[in-house]
Structure formats: C-alpha cells, structure tokens
C-alpha cells in the first residue's frame, strides 16, 4: 500500500519556525523521482488549500499567503519532502497535508501545527 508519513508538526509561537517532513516509504524511488509533491492544509470550517508544490526537476510553486516564508524541497535519496516554514502566523494554524501526484493523487494523514499569538 502506498503512504506518505508526515511528521514535524506541533505547537509554535508566532515568529517561529517548524520543519515538516513527509516520508514516502513505499514508493520506489523512481517513481518518487517523477512524482510532483506538494503541500495542503486545512483550517477548521475552510477548504483544503494548496501550499506549495515541487516538481520532479526541482521546480517549485507557492501559495502567495506563504511566499517568502515557506521553503519546500526534496530528498530523492531519502525519499522525504520538506517543508520549512519560518516567520509562522496565528494563521498558518492548520493540518498539513503531504501529497503526491495532486488532489487525485495519494494523501498522507496529516500533521497538526498550531500557531499561538
């Protein structure tokens, strides 16, 4: 079965930072190689949202709500995505979603950050 293992959320007070990570155990490292992963979230009451993507080559996309702030990227030899994301708002309070392959792609469970003010 194919999953993707997110960790690193948590609680973090306005002004810091967090490192999530998502780990894709199960997929074989060539499809990690050409596969597109990205980053969602969901507030309570809100649609899921996209937060930043990267492609195969390197290429990434962010949500202008995170620009400048979250840094996405990948390890192809550890098969792990990351996102870093500095100077955290009450806002950016959601769970993180990992994703590979977009919405009808496969989904990691979740990991809940939590921004205090």
């Known amino acids: 079965q194919v999953r993707l293992v997110e960790s690193g959320g948590g609680l973090v007070q306005a002004g810091g930072s967090l490192k999530l990570s998502c780990r894709a155990p199960?997929?074989?490292?060539?499809?990690?190689?050409?596969?597109?992963f990205g980053w969602y979230r969901q507030s309570p009451g809100k649609e899921r949202e996209l937060v930043a993507t990267?492609?195969?080559?390197?290429?990434?996309n962010y949500s202008d709500s995170v620009k400048d702030r979250f840094t996405i990227s990948r390890d192809s030899a550890k098969k792990i995505v990351y996102l870093q994301m500095n100077s955290l708002k009450p806002e950016d309070t959601a769970v993180y979603y990992c994703?590979?392959?977009?919405?009808?792609?496969?989904w990691g469970q979740g990991t809940q950050v939590t921004v205090s003010s």
């Open positions: 994703n590979r392959d977009g919405t009808l792609g496969i």
């Open positions: 990267v492609a195969s080559g390197g290429v990434t």
């Open positions: 199960t997929t074989i490292t060539s499809v990690f190689n050409r596969s597109v």
